[in-house]
């Protein structure tokens, strides 16, 4: 019944993922239902801007004015959103400096990887812990994985930078991002309709009404529906060789689809000729319905429900780099069983094209003399490896619905509870290495539920402004997993269970004792965390001391605080220093493959310290926010990509291979990774992957400015930089893992100028610049990893509008200069597999929307 509840209430929190800082007169109510950005405010009124307006935040709890708010705040309106290309939290990373949001790399299934000054996380695993705390309309998102929520029908966004522990709680190790939506507002009805078409076959619908139901309630329902193939090629291997001229370089084997089979008719002289799938694609369907009702003036209670159905094809990933020297016995003999070898001929012409084929074409029972993985092995009567097909496409259902209580006790206080419930689904299948042999693909099956509730009563006064209030969240999730390893002579099954819980109280004031000039910040959040972990892997056919079954329960207690001194010089200027602390929870091993690999490790444990300055310049056409900051880690584990002898389960010696076990540099005593030299077969040992913890205390310091200027009416320019160095204190860490995530340099700049009285509407011509200069990608000494390449991408678009007939539209350009570069990297080789994959970023593409209101 609550299931249905929840999607009949259909609102997509996960949906609703921006909600731009709203900016209001000074004298407007700060009400998120009728604030708007100054931009969207003079367009509205037919006028141009002249002059930023306030922009009202919520980062404190409280309804405070952006520029008298003592946090370093990124605050960005949906209209500014829009304008700048950006729908999806994977998008962030062009408006918010010194943070990176990107969409995961592949391996980990479709969520965000986020940093913010440095920290961040990527791993998607549902027994991992984020170190950005997300929050949607106040409802906590816990998972990086179904993290790239869709920007729709949204109001504004606010990016908290630094440790935010004390208000935001769980997990805000590296800072917090505040999402809302737009609210129900029962003034008067309201409609709108946007089709965007562009490349690569692209559709995107997004609809939506407000109706008022009286003076005192309304319904606001928002839908979604986007389609695009993708922009990376599967490209069939043997196919392809006989286009470029080298069928002999394709051994003998077969064609991954029958219809690119060569024959007296059909040759392939073109690359297309040779595709049978693509990766990148999106199918994603949602929507989002809010009831609002005041049953008296001081009393708003809002329900909100969501849902999203996203198939969407799999992230592009391509082989980048391959060292034959690495190549294991089964991988060696799997190759010959073709007449290959593993070598070049498995990277493709074009960095959009992939080999891959989600299929292992060796079928089911066969025996491979000298391989350990295909010997005929049946269970319960039937052959259990090779020959099977994958799905190239993620599967996700997230489901929620949450209610909001808004309770005015008086002048002076007021009372905000808000409980909310989300369900996730997510499926996912991985082709690991890239080419048409299998060294490992892995199926994924995740489902999570949880609840989330918080109660705050905040007051504000001459002398002070505060708030307290009590945080609750409950979840349990379910991980069903299979690792299919021929390159480790392995398949494995997995099922884990987690049952997080986690109860906090939480006090935050800004005391005045001697007038508005000086203030004092002080707040403290105690906190009760643990989460029992239910770990079963187990091998389809070793033994019962080859399988990996435990029960961890990761736990802390923990008091974070916050202390600052703030000084308003004017309306316009203020000054602010701080000092807070930040922690993410303790974790485990989430992905042991034998025995040895289990283990436990405390969370991270930080101080920041925070100098900034707020000033509104030349009568409020200048805006400028800067700060500095240092980062201090107490306790930082950290993992350490290597890798270590497989053990036979039963004698628990080595099993025999042709690889060989070096010293892995940074790692703690005793940890290995897989050399690059191999030795005859079975006078070696066969690798398998590790990940190695250690406490690694290191410091991370940097700066931050961002410039809004409006020079003169209709103008406004934009931009920020942000810099963040990261510093182990041990010489052998720096080497290895010279940063935890994140580029050295991030910057962006935007200029826009809207001209009236053109063809009876405005027209707004814009461009954007967004810089990321080259970083590490991961914690190994493989230069493969380390992306020299800055990355500069300028993104184009001009608007026409027209307030008579209420309809715009918009053509524009993303990566405008078709610039190359990639997402991420991903080295397999420290794990004992011989490739290294990537992501590559969009290219070029063009849009058109079309957008009518009612």
Known sequence: MVKKIGLVSASAIALAMAYPAFAQDAAAPASPANTKSPVAAAQDSGGKQDGLGEIVVTATRQATNLQNTPIAITAVTSGELESRGVTTVSDLTSVVPNAQFQKTQGAFGPGVSGTIRGIGSGDTNIGGENAI????DDVYYPLVLGANFDLLDTDHIEVLRGP??????RNALAGAVNIVAKQPDPSGASAYVDVTTGSYNRIDVR??????????????VSGLSKQRQGYMKMVDFTCDMQRRGTPQLAGSYPTSNVLKTNQPNFKPDSVNDCVTGHLGGEDVHGGRASLMWE?????????????????????????VSIDPKRVSTNVATEAAYFGLTVDQRFKPESPFETYATYADAIPAGTVIPGNTYYTGTVVNGRPTRGGYSLDPHIRIINWGFSGKLNWDLGSDIAL?????????????AWDTDGMPLVVEHTVNDNHERYWNAEVRLAGKMDWVDWVVGAFYFDAHGDQHAAIISPGAAGQRSLHTTYDPNSKAVFANATVRPFGDKLSFT????????????????????????????????????QLDWKAGINYQATHNMLFYASAATGNSLPGYNSRPQQATQIQQFSGQDVIAYEAGAKLDLFDRHVRFNGDVFYTDFKTRPSGLTGSEARLDPVTGLPVPGNQVLVPLPGGPAGSTQCGTTTVAAGTGITCIGRTYYRNLPASIKGAEAEVTINPVAGLLINGSVGYSKFWADDI????????????????NAGIQYRADDVLGGSMTPRLDWTYQSSQVYSGTSTATNYLGVARSLVNARLTYDNSDHDFSIAVGATNLFNKFYYINVFDYQPLGYPQTDAQPGQPREWYLTVSKRF
Request: no cysteine; charged share 20%; net charge neutral.
């Open 133 to 136: 705390a997300y929050y949607i």
């Open 164 to 169: 935010q522990g004390t208000l935001f709680g």
């Open 207 to 220: 609809a939506g009404f407000n109706m008022p139901l009286s003076s005192t309630a309304a319904l606001r």
């Open 295 to 319: 049953p008296a003036s001081s009393v708003r209670l809002t329900v909100t429900g969501d849902y999203i159905h996203d198939t969407s094809q799999n992230a592009p990933d391509t082989l």
């Open 416 to 428: 905000t509870a808000v409980v909310g419930h989300r369900e996730l689904h997510e499926y996912h």
């Open 522 to 557: 002080g707040g403290l959040r105690y906190s009760d965390d643990h989460k029992v972990v239910d770990f079963s892997n187990l091998a389809d056919i070793s033994p019962v001391a080859g399988d990996l079954t435990f029960v961890v329960i990761p736990k802390q207690k």
């Open 732 to 747: 052998a860490a720096r080497t290895v893992n010279r940063r935890q995530g994140g580029p050295f340099w991030t910057a």
